[in-house]
């Protein structure tokens, strides 16, 4: 294996802080860079600025180590280096095309402040072909007798097992130009023993467009069968199992809900269809994911109604805020369109949720936020449940049975076996199942 590398990651976001740490402890030497200089103040002192499994304890311990360390002064982390990886966010424009601006930035601080020959290793989800533009720039810029190459390397991780995810991914997909670029790059990965997929840069920029785009496909597809289910009598949950035994199909990604929500689907998807329309292909399949998607925080608001009655003047308990469970990400959470239309028809909120309330409460300062789910349940005229956090499926159902007002659960992820929550004198709707009604006749 070669000598342990010198890396700066810039950008220490989720992926950022989540790689720079990773790196460090496969032994290499890392310097995490971030413009803002709060955040690197607070990791200077041992304090995450994100909530993630893990995380706190493996900073801690390779900056020990001597092998991790924080600057928000680029020029210095940029001259330190021989590996600079890119992460930065790339969020999306009003008019739907991917906002470059930060990673053109860190791109014109390299260029200025590079005075040996480095390898630029994009992880920002990027549009195809800016591996090739962003080097064609940084050769123009910087000195001339140095060699600056550019290498594509996605990063599939996920929100709240990011760090796992890291170690042990299906794949490691690098997109070069230079054999020898690419290879050193995937020399960096060499103690995870993971498939190494090496492509050219342009494809390795679309397989991570094309992988959540698939992913979020898969979702949006079981949310259209659940639907159909509820008008046919079928439950969902039965369907996708027997889908899923299928080799060709795989069981996962296919729990019926109110949708995909956070800082990835939503975004890279909408990336995806406008990068489409400029090229003057229309991707017909996934302007229908997005659609069906956007569809499925509104059906379920009116499944809320249709179970409620009047829903003005109602006491609603939310429970679960963020975007998925093991996060404080808020991020194009479903939970927030489902409250804001609650609210819009009238209803009194109260949210629940056990890592998101301190986010929330600087995002929806008009929400009734509540740590303690049961206060947030009392007297409710409804349960509805949006995220499915293991800390809602613990709670004491039969004591929340005794504190609300009226015994409904409208369940959007779920998480219950109807009969069980029936057996606990529970009214019980979920996605895709048989609807209280139907279940009782059954009966
Ligand atoms: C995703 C990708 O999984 C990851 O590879 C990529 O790098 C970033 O985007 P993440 O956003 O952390 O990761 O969340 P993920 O666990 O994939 O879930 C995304 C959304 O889909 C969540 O809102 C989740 O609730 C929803 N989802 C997921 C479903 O509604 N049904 C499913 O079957 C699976």
Redo the contacts with the bound molecule.
């Keep these: 294996m070669r000598e342990a590398e010198r890396i700066a990651v810039i950008g220490a976001g989720y992926v950022g802080l989540v790689s720079g740490a990773c790196f460090a402890e496969m032994g290499h030497r890392v310097i995490c860079v971030d413009q803002a200089e709060e955040k690197i103040a607070r990791l200077q002192q041992g304090e995450m600025p994100i909530y993630e499994p893990d995380l706190q304890e493996l900073v801690t311990s390779n900056v020990l180590a001597n092998r991790l360390s924080f600057t928000s002064q680029i020029g210095e982390a940029v001259r330190g280096s021989d590996i600079i990886i890119i992460a930065v966010g790339t969020p999306t424009l009003d008019n739907g095309d991917v906002d470059m601006s930060q990673v053109n930035s860190v791109l014109a601080s390299i260029a200025a402040n590079a005075i040996t020959s480095k390898i630029v290793v994009m992880k920002s989800t990027v549009p195809v072909g800016s591996g090739s533009l962003a080097e064609q720039y940084l050769r123009l810029l910087a000195a001339s007798h140095i060699e600056i190459q550019v290498v594509s390397n996605p990063?599939?991780?996920?929100?709240?097992s990011a760090i796992w995810d890291t170690f042990h991914p299906d794949r490691i997909v690098i997109g070069a130009k230079h054999p020898d670029a690419g290879a050193r790059i995937a020399a960096l990965h060499a103690s995870l023993r993971a498939e190494v997929l090496m492509t050219d840069r342009e494809s390795a920029e679309l397989i991570k467009y094309a992988?959540?785009a698939f992913?979020a496909t898969k979702?949006s597809f079981i949310n259209e069968m659940a639907n159909v289910c509820e008008k046919v009598d079928a439950n969902v949950s039965l369907v996708a199992k027997g889908m899923g035994l299928d080799r060709r199909i795989g069981p996962h990604?296919?729990?019926a809900?109110i949708?995909?929500?956070?800082?990835?689907?939503p975004k890279d998807t909408k990336a995806q269809l406008k990068l489409a329309q400029n090229i003057d292909y229309d991707f017909k399949i996934l302007r229908s994911v997005i659609e069906v998607n956007h569809l499925q925080r509104e059906r379920f608001v009116t499944k809320i109604e249709q179970e409620v009655g009047r829903v003005s003047g109602k006491k609603i308990a939310v429970l679960g805020l963020a975007?998925?469970p093991n996060t404080d990400d808020l991020r194009d959470a479903p939970a927030l369109d489902i409250i804001a239309g609650l609210q819009q028809l009238g209803a009194v909120v109260h949210a629940y949720d056990p890592a998101a309330v301190e986010h929330a409460s600087s995002l929806l300062p008009d929400l009734q936020l509540f740590t303690d789910p049961y206060a947030a349940l009392d007297e409710a005229d409804a349960v509805v449940i949006t995220t499915e956090w293991e800390a809602i499926r613990c709670l004491n159902w039969r004591l929340i049975r005794s504190l609300v007002k009226e015994p409904l659960i409208v369940d959007g992820r779920n998480m219950f076996e109807p009969d069980d929550m029936r057996e606990l004198g529970f009214t019980y709707v979920s996605i895709g199942r048989k609807t209280a009604v139907q279940a009782e006749m059954v009966v």
């Design positions: 990063e599939f991780l996920r929100e709240g992988s959540n992913l979702i990604f296919l729990n809900g949708g995909y929500g956070g800082s990835c689907f975007f998925k």
